[in-house]
C-alpha cells in the first residue's frame, strides 16, 4: 500500500527543501517528524506539514498504522517563480526571482527490499571484520 501527498507551490526555493527531504529520506514517518521538531530551517515546518499529511490519508483511506509507515519515496522539484522588481539607479528596474517548490512525499507500509548487491556487500565486510578477530 502507497499514499502519496503533496505541496504544491511552497513559497522557498526548492534547493533548501532539498536539504530537508534529503535527510528524512527512507525514514519510518514518526521519527522522521521527530527530527523535523529539531531542524532549525525554515523548510522543516512544510515538510513535516505534508508527512502528517501523508500518514492522515494512509489512516484514513487504508486504515494503516502510522507507526509502520515509512518515507519511500519524497522529492522537492522547481515551481517557477514570482517576478517582483526593485528600483535601481537611473530610474532602471531590477528583477527579483522568488523561487517556490512543489513538494511530493509517498509512504509505504512495507520497508523497501535491501538489493542483492548491497546484501552481498554488507555480508562480505560482517565476513572481513569476523575474519580479522
Known amino acids: 500500500m502507497k499514499t502519496t501527498a503533496h505541496a504544491n507551490t511552497i513559497r522557498m526555493s526548492c534547493r533548501k527543501v532539498r536539504l530537508i527531504t534529503d535527510m528524512v529520506r527512507g525514514m519510518y514517518a ?3 517528524l521527530t527530527r523535523l521538531a529539531f531542524v532549525r530551517r525554515d523548510a522543516a515546518a512544510p ?3 505534508l508527512i502528517k499529511s501523508a500518514m492522515a490519508n494512509a489512516e ?3 486504515k494503516a498504522e502510522p507507526e509502520k509507515l515509512w518515507i519511500s519515496e519524497i522529492s522537492s522539484d522547481n515551481a517557477g517563480f514570482i517576478k517582483r522588481f526593485r528600483p535601481r539607479a537611473m530610474g ?3 528583477e527579483i526571482h522568488k523561487h517556490m517548490a512543489h513538494v511530493m512525499v509517498t509512504l509505504s507500509d512495507s520497508p523497501k527490499p535491501v538489493k542483492a548487491a548491497a546484501a552481498r556487500k554488507a555480508a562480505a565486510k560482517a565476513k572481513a571484520v ?3 578477530k
Open 30 to 32: 514518526t521519527e522522521a
Open 47 to 49: 515538510v513535516a506539514k
Open 60 to 62: 484514513h483511506n487504508f
Open 92 to 94: 532602471r528596474a531590477a
Open 130 to 132: 569476523t575474519n580479522t
